[in-house]
């Protein structure tokens, strides 16, 4: 069983560092922050299959729905609410196991049951996260983190 683990848990550092090199090649050329998210989202959300993945901007006191992948999302988030507008608040990448034990979680969808969401810095401030949901508990782990960080370290 832990080598089943190690094996699963390899394959996905495997797919995340092919994935990072693709967004590399996408984006050193391209400077339109809209196009580059859209992109992004597109890879991630191809590559793992997730039920929900995408950008919320940061414009004036609100999080607005930017480019993603996945059904209908929530259009505008408050700073400091649900996980998004916690991540955005915190400026820290939030790692949510069970949405429903997350206070204050907005249900833009029933399905979602785990989600994270990590900020996209630029000049210091949040300028937006990304925000990718899963239809299962527990997806992601210190392995999506790390990589997704470095992903938005790119825009």
Known sequence: MAEELQISQG????????????????????????????????MIHTTFGFWWTGFYRV???????????GPLACSR??????????????????VVPDVEKFPGHIACS???KSEIVVPV??????????DIDSEHLATFDATDKLWLERIVGLL
Do not use: H
């Open 121 to 130: 810095i630029k000049n210091g401030e949040v300028a937006a996260v990304l």
């Open 59 to 69: 414009i004036d006191s609100e999080l607005i729905l930017g480019p993603f992948q």
């Open 77 to 94: 988030i408050a700073y400091g609410r649900g996980v998004c507008g916690t991540a955005w608040k915190e400026a820290m990448t939030q």
């Open 110 to 112: 029933s399905a979602s």
């Open 11 to 42: 394959g996905k550092d495997e797919k995340y560092a092919l994935l990072y090199k693709q967004i590399v090649a996408l984006v050193e050329n391209e400077d339109d922050a809209i196009a580059n998210m859209a992109n992004v989202a597109a």
